[in-house]
T-cell receptor, first 115, second 113 residues
């Protein structure tokens, strides 16, 4: 069965430090992988995606993520955290063989950046 | 930049009443989705819609739910007889192609009392 795991409910990072939000996935075929961010009382905003090509993908607001096929992971990273990065982050995967293109979502990780 | 819009932003209804949540996807998109999110929790897939028909639905999407694309622009989600547990944020999303990220609307907060 397809699934996405975000093992940490919450991640706390001091401003200026690097941050990592973890995501692992399980699909039958090859994955399309996505990260979305949700600010309080707002909708979901796309950050970045991995479709094919370079394993390191860069996205909005200085975020990047590395696709690791052997570890079935797609961790979100940023070299230097900002207080404004505090939000809820969701990892999602789509099996490229899924003709309905449904996204399977992780449970979300609350990122708190402390000044 | 084109965006997905949703109306209303907040809907309060009494248990047992029907509600219709409206979405206007981006005009050249072909695939449409409804999701719901109970406050601060996981995003849950409800239904996907392509070529004027449901392509997939989750177990949440029971007989109380229906979707329509009544014209070339609107995409609606109807809940026939709302229950307290239907209280959530409902998000509409659309994509032009399979490899693309989903574009989400701002959501409708549904409160069932």
């Amino acid at each position: 069965a397809q699934s996405v795991a975000q093992p940490e409910d919450q991640v706390n990072v001091a401003e200026g430090n690097p941050l990592t939000v973890k995501c692992t996935y399980s699909v039958s075929g090859n994955p399309y992988l996505f990260w979305y961010v949700q600010y309080p009382n707002r909708g979901l905003q796309f950050l970045l995606k991995y479709i094919t090509g370079d394993n390191l993908v860069k996205g909005s607001y200085g975020f990047e993520a590395e696709f690791n096929k052997s570890q079935t992971s797609f961790h979100l990273k940023k070299p230097s955290a900002l207080v404004s990065d505090s939000a809820l982050y969701f990892c999602a995967v789509r099996d490229i063989r899924d003709s309905n293109y449904q996204l399977i979502w992780g449970a979300g990780t609350k990122l708190i950046i402390k000044p | 930049e084109p965006e997905v819009t949703q109306t209303p932003s907040h809907q309060v209804t009494q248990m047992g009443q029907e509600v219709i949540l409206r979405c206007v996807p981006i005009s050249n998109h072909l695939y449409f989705y409804w999701y719901r999110q109970i406050l601060g929790q996981k995003v849950e897939f409800l239904v996907s819609f392509y070529n004027n028909e449901i392509s997939e639905k989750s177990e949440i999407f029971d007989d109380q739910f229906s979707v329509e694309r009544p014209d070339g622009s609107n995409f609606t989600l109807k809940i026939r007889s709302t229950k307290l547990e239907d209280s959530a944020m409902y998000f509409c999303a659309s994509i032009p192609r399979v490899v693309d990220e989903q574009y989400f609307g701002p959501g409708t907060r549904l409160t069932v009392t």
